[in-house]
């Protein structure tokens, strides 16, 4: 139950961070519009720096096993992941719902672009992935756990209210695997 103005009173600042948490998290009696993600983040060592994982090789410096490495997935650097709940949005390749696609030779190119609504106090950089995972019809998660799309942040907006207090994050991504095979 969102509340815009106090109507006895003259209109008041709305705690954004309040309904957010209402909405989102189903706070106070509201219902939940939230999913669960894993947030990837990279491991650092205690110098700051990313943690190699054992398949790169020293000749080349690349992750040699592409995506069959379990540890770090063809990723070159070992991860730790953690679920968050979330809210998301779909914008498409360009910036809207129906031009999702475009023929190019030897198949279609897909891009999407997606937009995570995070609470304020969620630590998010670059370098991060947001993964969303199968769920079933009801929204729970399908066990085994299967990774169905991988994001990479674009830009991390703060959304701050008109005193510059940090309401909500607005994270805004496209897909890591954008190329994919017509079936």
């Known amino acids: ?3 815009r103005f106090n109507r006895n009173k003259s209109p008041c600042e709305i705690d954004l961070r309040k309904e957010f948490d209402e909405l989102v998290f189903g706070i106070n009696g509201c219902k939940a519009h ?5 947030l990837r983040k990279p491991k650092k060592d205690s110098n700051g720096k990313l943690i190699k994982c054992k398949c790169v090789s020293t000749l080349t410096d690349e992750a040699d096993s592409e995506k069959d490495c ?3 997935l063809g990723e070159k650097y070992l991860w730790k992941e953690e679920f968050k709940r979330c809210y998301s949005t779909l914008l498409g390749a360009d910036g809207g719902k129906a031009n999702r696609t475009k023929r190019i030779q030897p198949g279609e190119i897909r891009t999407d672009y997606k937009i995570f609504y995070f609470r304020y106090d969620e630590k998010i950089s670059y370098r991060d ?3 969303e995972l199968s769920l079933d019809i009801e929204g729970k998660l399908l066990v085994p756990y299967k990774r169905e799309t991988i994001y990479r942040p674009e830009t991390i907006q703060e959304y ?3 005193n510059g207090r940090v309401e909500y994050l607005a994270i805004y991504c496209r897909e890591e695997s954008s190329i994919r095979e017509n079936f």
């Open 129 to 131: 992935k947001i993964i």
């Open 70 to 72: 379990r540890y770090c």
């Open 34 to 38: 939230n999913h669960l993600v894993l």
């Open 1 to 3: 139950m969102l509340r």
């Open 160 to 162: 701050r209210a008109d």
